[in-house]
């Protein structure tokens, strides 16, 4: 899977309540904007670098009127992993519904109802999100 540094908003940062990602992607840095709506479906990808010590945690994709994601804040899309599945190493991915986002600031915002998670976020097309590998067990005696 390759990540674009320029879409990825938060590097292994720890979030708390109602925390959202260190940096946000800037839609109209170009004329007319980036209208990432149409075409090629996009999804927020979050992957779990510590694990969530007390409570789930609330993933969101966000939209804001401001670049630090704090004004006018709209939440597009939701997703809770079990706390048992937030561990080191995990991947969600949060796919944006059509027509998202409305605001000029895309960003992420994670939420536990107590303790911290640490994470990374970016956005990718949906056809370039993977999953970890996984290790099968042999077919074959040696």
Do not use: N
């Not at 540094?5 to 992607?25: D, H, M, N, P, R």
């Not at 991915?93 to 605001?103: D, F, N, R, V, Y």
């Amino acid at each position: 899977m390759f990540i674009d540094a320029l879409t990825k908003v938060a590097t292994a940062q720890a979030f708390g309540a109602a925390g959202v990602s260190a940096s946000s992607l800037d839609l109209t840095l170009l004329t007319p904007g980036r209208q990432i709506g149409t075409g090629e479906p996009l999804s927020a990808v979050v992957t779990v670098d510590v694990a969530a010590t007390v409570a789930p945690p609330i993933m969101e994709v966000i939209s804001a009127t401001d670049a630090a994601l704090t004004a006018g804040i709209i939440s597009h899309i939701q997703r809770t992993p079990a706390l048992a599945e937030a561990v080191a190493g995990a991947i969600f991915e949060i796919p944006l519904p059509m027509g998202a986002p409305t605001q000029r600031f895309l960003g992420v915002r994670i939420t536990t109802a107590g303790g911290t998670i640490t994470a990374s976020a970016y956005f990718a097309p949906r056809k370039l999100v993977s999953i970890p590998p996984r290790a099968y067990a042999k077919g074959f005696t040696v």
